[in-house]
């Protein structure tokens, strides 16, 4: 699916919208005024089976603003013998944002699955994504004990690259239960934001969030970057957590109050 947002009279338009696959867009939303533009991707199959391939490219034009989301989890179902995937690229142009905020993304035992997610942003651009991985299904007992998840982000802004990394979790691996790993959690969250630089408080603030006894949490600030990363085993409140640390950072880093899309209140 191909997304296009502009900076018409004052309002950020969904001007392109093709698609050749099951994702849709739903009609635009404007909670927050015209300057900002909620776009809602929708897989109506409800999951992603073995060998299915998602991919999204969305550019935002210059000055336009577009958030990014989803109605509900995405589910990765067992492989069945393929290789799922889902392969994101994100683009803003000059004094542009983009949001990237869909709600979790469950992976059942024996799933096989390749994610990559691209951001190439202009040098005044801004971004803030954020990703909650559960592993298996905790509520029915499900653990994710075969199957694999490798994943790659990279993010360019002004033509330089300010993050990358990739990994392999291997079902029933090492790393499920390793210190260096999930430390034996079955929910894994990060957020990155890329914008005007923090200040100490804004950060200190993210970092003093509530969080679940033996939850594992943290923020790193670099630059006009920062990481939030959280290892918990319970998907709301990842999903609160996640929140919580960008109504701080979206106010400080891209210059707006945050309101929270109206899929998420569901």
Not at 16 to 28: I, N
Not at 158 to 184: D, F, H, I
Not at 199 to 227: C, D, N, Q, W
């Amino acid at each position: 699916m191909r997304l296009g947002f502009a900076l018409h009279d004052g309002v950020s338009r969904l001007v392109e919208r093709t698609h050749s696959g099951p994702l849709r867009v739903q009609k635009p939303l404007y909670p927050e005024g015209d300057a900002v533009c909620h776009a809602i991707i929708i897989h109506p199959p409800g999951g992603v089976v073995g060998g299915d391939q998602l991919a999204v490219d969305a550019t935002v034009g210059t000055g336009a603003h577009a958030l990014l989301t989803s109605p509900g989890a995405a589910k990765w179902y067992r492989a069945n013998g393929h290789v799922s995937g889902q392969h994101i690229v994100l683009r803003a142009g000059s004094g542009a944002a983009i949001e990237w905020l869909p709600q979790e993304s469950i992976f059942f035992d024996q799933a096989c699955v390749h994610l990559r997610h691209e951001v190439e942003l202009a040098q005044d651009a801004s971004y803030i994504g954020c990703d909650i991985v559960c592993l298996g299904r905790s509520a029915s007992g499900e653990v994710f004990n075969t199957g694999s998840i490798s994943q790659q982000v990279q993010i360019r802004r002004g033509g330089k690259l300010l993050w990358w990394e990739q990994g392999v979790l291997a079902g029933g691996g090492a790393l499920m239960a390793s210190p260096l790993g999930l430390a034996g959690h079955t929910v894994c969250a990060t957020l990155i934001a890329v914008g005007t630089p923090v200040s100490p408080s804004v950060l200190a603030a993210v970092r003093e969030i509530a969080v679940p006894a033996g939850a594992v949490f943290g923020a790193t600030h670099m630059k006009a970057l920062v990481v939030v990363r959280l290892l918990c085993g319970d998907s709301e409140a990842s999903r609160t957590i996640m929140l919580a640390a960008w109504l701080l950072l979206r106010p400080a880093m891209l210059g707006r109050d945050a309101v929270v899309p109206r899929s998420w209140n569901t």
